[in-house]
């Protein structure tokens, strides 16, 4: 397959089959747009439990596969908030872990599961979640980054800390903590709530410059309720 980036604001990412067979999946309702030669079909991809375990790390429980009838056929599948779309080679990289949604699409031999943080209480704290995603296998995955993209290397035992939501993903040897904000003045009010992400190298981060969560929390104080 081949497959370009379009778009800066608002990007898509479209996909060019060259031989009938090839396919690509995506969480439901992820597809944009395709041309005629690709078929659709829909399920858990690995039954029930591995569908539940997408939903806790913030995917769907159905995942759709659209599988080219011809050489030539198209499908395009657009990011859902302003950013980036980074394609990652699974093949070369050996995958790597990431934050909830940051899935957005790839190959059929790419295979996407949960990961439990080694911690507990990096879960139940972090505020993105106990359950991470795991994408391993062979083949190009496609992640959303919301906002501007931020790539750093960290050198062995070089330490970053990150506002949880602006994390999209690191590689397995990249150490994940959540570390607690010191003072209580800071906790109280310096505006970036209790945890930090700590992030211990070596390896590959993936940072993102825009915390949707945060954005969305930020949109609802100016919406009017009925009360007003």
């Given at each position: 397959m081949?497959?370009?980036?379009?778009?800066?604001?608002?990007?898509?990412?479209?996909?060019?089959?060259?031989v009938p067979g090839e396919c690509m999946y995506t969480?439901?309702?992820?597809?944009?747009?395709?041309?005629d030669g690709i078929e659709m079909a829909t399920n858990t991809r690995g039954g029930f439990m591995k569908g539940l375990g997408r939903m806790f790390a913030g995917e769907s429980l159905f995942m759709a596969t659209y599988r080219a009838q011809r050489p030539g056929a198209t499908i395009a599948f657009a990011s859902t908030v302003a950013g980036?779309?980074?394609?990652?080679?699974?093949?070369?990289?050996g995958g790597m872990i990431c934050q909830k949604g940051a899935f957005l699409c790839a190959e059929d031999g790419v295979q996407l599961k949960i990961a439990l943080s080694k911690k507990f209480s990096s879960g139940l704290f972090g505020g993105e979640g106990f359950i991470l995603q795991d994408i391993s296998g062979k083949g190009m995955v496609f992640l959303e980054i919301d906002g501007d993209m931020v790539d750093r290397y960290l050198e062995p035992g070089e330490v970053l800390k990150v506002d949880t939501g602006n994390v999209v993903a690191f590689d397995r040897s990249v150490r994940y903590e959540i570390e607690t904000v010191k003072g209580l003045g800071n906790i109280f009010f310096g505006g970036e709530g209790?945890?930090?992400t700590k992030l211990t190298g070596p390896g590959r981060v993936v940072l993102q410059t825009q915390n949707i969560a945060e954005f969305a929390g930020r949109i609802a104080q100016f919406i009017p309720t009925s009360g007003n």
């Open positions: 081949k497959y370009r980036i379009i778009g800066d604001t608002m990007p898509a990412v479209e996909v060019m089959f060259d969480q439901s309702g992820g597809m944009a747009w395709m041309s980036r779309i980074l394609p990652l080679d699974v093949t070369a990289t209790l945890f930090l």
